[in-house]
């Protein structure tokens, strides 16, 4: 954790022009829970990947998430106004510079997963940006927010909101385990495994999320609650009821461990902390 | 051009969801001039660079191009309702859906440069990422609109406005030549060549950008024009007056062409012709 947060302080420039550098900090470096450049770091781990390639995929993915935030807190999207107990991004530096910062971010991103120079071998540069484009873009979370957007209002089936899901918060939380794991060439059983896991970590943080929404408060959740409800929009909660989205929520983690355990890898313990930690957190 | 047209209507996709795909399509066929694209085939085949990686170079870096214009048009940016003849994404769509086929355009442009299979080296690739990444955020394009956003109604000398200019839109000008480079391994004295183009031409493309905006008419350039004055801002017209900007633009000209020479390659009449294209267009 320290050193994703010493690694991010490093890499996101607070000399880029006109303020724009102080955005960009303000947006990354805010304490959030860090949990994708954990899993990256945890996935890389277990397949004893390259270290640096690693550390620039955390910190990569980071960036995404945090641009992500920036650009759903504007007014035309959630409008939302407090973001880990702070004033969001475009509250305290205005829309145009928050739509700017988020651009710049995501740009930075990508720089980082490309550097210069021959210590990370070109392939792993080009698969990892090829991972983080894709669960960023129409496909993931981009094409995720899109049927957020859409679906305010509406009923869905279970289905349709774990589609949405799945892209929306699922495909970068996947991503993050798969850039782990491209830091190395782990075997297709280790990769279907890491894979799996990733897929059911994303959903259950989502299926927390909903919890969370309906069962904290501001102080401990660090933003907003009861918002999904106060804006019409389907969650598990309003679908399953909060028994049952609880009980989803554990059936997932246990999904988790059981593909963890498929790997064969030997040194998972990293992932199997953050997955109890994805589905036991508070906030 | 035509292939350019082609590729472009084939990698955005349609069916990205809930309207994402018809809001990116819509942003980006659009009958632009393609500047960039073209900068980038013709640099790759000055150099005989790899003609997929060229073509998939171009195409990201219009890609790039076509988010920054949505997102800049958006009401708290210059809150334009009409480009190239046309309602803005943000009219057309609303104002969610255009900051997200923005960002979707983005990572999609990294998704291009990084394709699946071997077809192009994997070190192209990660070259191709790096340029475009660097060029479009904090030290490019994004940089360049921050400093734009905090310049309004100031004075600005000509140093400072040539490097507003140079982040602005010569940033990823100069890119579109240096990946089309990138698409083979020229010399390092073509490189140096190439790049000096880059730069003259970016630069000039946006004294002549000044000019228009003061001598054309809203059907001949697609936008509204007169924009520049009305809103305040600095530009090498205000600075200098529409002779001298003439003629800066002529000696910009000149410079991009003997860089040109001084490439010592073969094949470098498509460059010629897009740098007088650009120094004698109308819109």
Known sequence: MAR???????????DAPAGLGLAMRYAVLDGGKRLRPLLVLA????VIGHPQAAMRAACAVELIHAYSLVHD?????????????????????GQAQA??????????????LAPEGNDIPASVQARLCRL????????????????DLASVGQVLTEAQLREMHRRK???????????????????????????AYGQALGLA?????????????????????????AQDKPTYVSLLGLARSRAFARELLDQALVALA?????????????ALMVVNRDN
Chains 1, 2 share one sequence.
Do not use: Y
Not at 73 to 93: A, E, Y
Not at 101 to 112: H, S
């Open 262 to 274: 498929s790997t064969g890898l030997a040194n998972t313990r990293a992932l199997q902390a953050l």
């Open 132 to 147: 983080l484009a894709q669960s960023a873009g129409h496909a993931g979370m981009a094409g995720g927010q899109a049927i």
């Open 43 to 46: 996935a890389s781990e277990a």
């Open 169 to 195: 918060t699922g495909a970068l939380l996947e991503a993050s385990v798969m850039m782990g794991a491209a830091c190395a060439q782990p075997s297709p059983l280790a990769l279907a495994g890491l894979q």
């Open 205 to 229: 943080f989502q299926v927390v999320d909903d919890i969370l929404d309906v069962t904290s408060d501001s102080a401990t959740l660090g933003k907003t609650p009861g918002k999904d409800a």
């Open 73 to 93: 807190d504007m007014p035309c999207m959630d409008n939302d106004v407090l973001r880990r107990g702070k004033p969001t991004v475009h509250v305290k530096f």
């Open 99 to 112: 739509l700017l910062a988020g651009d710049a971010l995501q740009a930075l991103a990508f720089e980082l």
């Open 4 to 14: 994703v947060e010493g690694a991010l302080s490093e890499w996101v420039p607070a």
